[in-house]
T-cell receptor, first 112, second 113 residues
């Protein structure tokens, strides 16, 4: 069974600063990995996904994530935070099965 | 664009009532999912369906049932609502396998009094 751990339930950054949201997975087989974002009062939207084609994955709104098998990590980064990035971010994993296992989420606050 | 719609954004019910949450997708997706979202717990899978009339239990199926009579529609049923089922409920759909993106509806915030 897979598990996904997101370190830090709340992260605050200043506008223009680097965003780093951490995600570690536990799986005997490297899974497919996803980052989703949830803006207030909305459903989840896909930011990016790793499907074993390339370890550095680029997503929407200048977000990217790097798959590191040796560290079982898939951390999400953005070089420069914008106020509009304030949201909750979820890391998720799936294997050959169709369902996703989600982390507990990280609430990102961007300070002016 | 894929569109997943849910019948209600907000719902208030009383303990013991039977509650129906409806979800419709317009992309001919094979798979549909029901999750509940609670603060600090992320999303937990209640049930999913990979074909019409097919269903599988997720991680927390107790107190819930589902129905999928048509490919585009997936219903979540609370047979006898309880206060501990107060939560945000999210529906999602995906095309086929584990690599496929899940597309989410806007959610239904259910309050059981």
């Amino acid at each position: 069974a897979q598990s996904v751990t997101q370190l830090g339930s709340h992260v605050s950054v200043s506008e223009g600063a680097l965003v780093l949201l951490r995600c570690n997975y536990s799986s005997s087989v490297p899974p497919y990995l996803f980052w989703y974002v949830q803006y207030p009062n909305q459903g989840l939207q896909l930011l990016l996904k790793y499907t074993s084609a390339a370890t550095l994955v680029k997503g929407i709104n200048d977000f990217e994530a790097e798959f590191k098998k040796s560290e079982t990590s898939f951390h999400l980064t953005k070089p420069s935070a914008h106020m509009s990035d304030a949201a909750e971010y979820f890391c998720a994993a799936s294997g050959s099965a169709r369902q996703l296992t989600f982390g507990s989420g990280t609430q990102l606050t961007v300070l002016p | 664009d894929v569109k997943v719609t849910q019948s209600s954004r907000y719902l208030v019910k009383r303990t013991g009532e039977k509650v129906f949450l409806e979800c419709v997708q317009d992309m001919d997706h094979e798979n549909m999912f029901w999750y509940r979202q609670d603060p600090g717990l992320g999303l937990r899978l209640i049930y999913f369906s990979y074909d019409v009339k097919m269903k599988e239990k997720g991680d927390i199926p107790e107190g819930y049932s589902v129905s999928r009579e048509k490919k585009e529609r997936f219903s979540l049923i609370l047979e006898s609502a309880s206060t501990n089922q107060t939560s945000m409920y999210l529906c999602a759909s995906s095309l086929g396998t584990g690599v496929d993106t899940q597309y989410f509806g806007p959610g239904t915030r259910l309050t059981v009094l």
